[in-house]
């Protein structure tokens, strides 16, 4: 799966490069995730602006990153959500647990708030 991967000072933005997340893409967004959080990359933005479909699969990848990031007292931040995966996290109720926004960059100015806090 194609990712591509920004570090920044006080997050890391990863932008998912492929229009489905499912049970063939999904692992190597999964271990690329723990990979950052093990070394040390706790705030991440997640930009799946570029999925057009994502299954069961998709969204354990994406609680996994959410869970290492909460768990090592970080943020997670998905953005881009196109509309088939919008309801599909609407439907099983994702939106009430995950951090969403529509841009990059409204992500960023989230993280930025919550650093000043």
Same mark, same amino acid.
């Given at each position: 799966?194609?990712? =591509?991967?920004?570090?920044?000072?006080?997050?890391? +933005?990863?932008?998912?490069?492929? %229009?489905?997340?499912?049970? #063939?893409? &999904?692992?190597? +967004?999964?271990? @690329?995730?723990?990979?950052?959080?093990?070394?040390?990359?706790?705030? /991440? /933005? +997640?930009?799946?602006?570029?999925?057009?479909?994502?299954?069961?699969?998709?969204?354990? &990848?994406?609680?996994?990153? #959410?869970?290492?990031? =909460?768990? &090592? /007292?970080?943020?997670? *931040?998905?953005?881009?959500?196109?509309?088939?995966? %919008?309801?599909?996290?609407?439907?099983?109720? +994702?939106?009430? *647990?995950?951090? /969403?926004?529509?841009?990059? @960059?409204? &992500? @960023? =100015?989230?993280?930025?708030?919550?650093? =000043?806090?």
């Amino acid at each position: 799966m194609s990712l =591509e991967i920004q570090k920044n000072k006080d997050y890391t +933005l990863v932008k998912v490069q492929t %229009e489905r997340l499912d049970t #063939n893409t &999904a692992p190597d +967004l999964k271990s @690329e995730l723990v990979v950052l959080n093990n070394n040390g990359h706790v705030n /991440i /933005i +997640l930009d799946i602006s570029q999925c057009k479909y994502c299954d069961s699969s998709g969204l354990r &990848a994406i609680l996994v990153g #959410n869970r290492l990031s =909460e768990d &090592a /007292i970080g943020t997670f *931040v998905l953005t881009g959500l196109q509309p088939d995966v %919008e309801n599909l996290i609407r439907i099983s109720m +994702l939106h009430t *647990v995950l951090l /969403i926004t529509k841009t990059v @960059e409204e &992500a @960023e =100015e989230l993280l930025k708030k919550k650093k =000043e806090m």
